[in-house]
């Protein structure tokens, strides 16, 4: 299984989204050779918001799902 991890650069997170589509791209066109329709996952994040992405297919016919936007909003405590 492979999984690629994309920061979304100031807080945009199309353009994280782009960035992980191209890595996705990238990453079926270099393990093709594992076998056909490779599935691959994919995060992007921001940090407090987060997207997930699963890529089945080829590079002709892929099929993509995206989830919806998630937010953590967490609390940082010092000691």
Excluded at 4 to 31: P, R, T, W, Y
Excluded at 35 to 40: A, H, L, Q
Excluded at 55 to 70: A, K, N, R, V
Aim: with cysteine; aromatic share 12%; net charge negative.
């Amino acid at each position: 299984m492979i999984v690629l991890i994309c920061e979304a650069k100031a807080d945009n997170m199309e353009k994280g989204l782009a960035q992980l589509l191209v890595q996705l791209h990238s990453a079926v066109e270099n393990f093709a050779t594992t076998g056909p329709n490779p599935k691959m996952y994919g995060i992007v994040t921001t940090g407090t918001s987060w997207r997930f992405v699963c890529w089945t297919g080829s590079l002709e016919d892929p099929t993509i799902y995206l989830s919806q936007q998630f937010s953590c909003n967490y609390i940082i405590i010092y000691c």
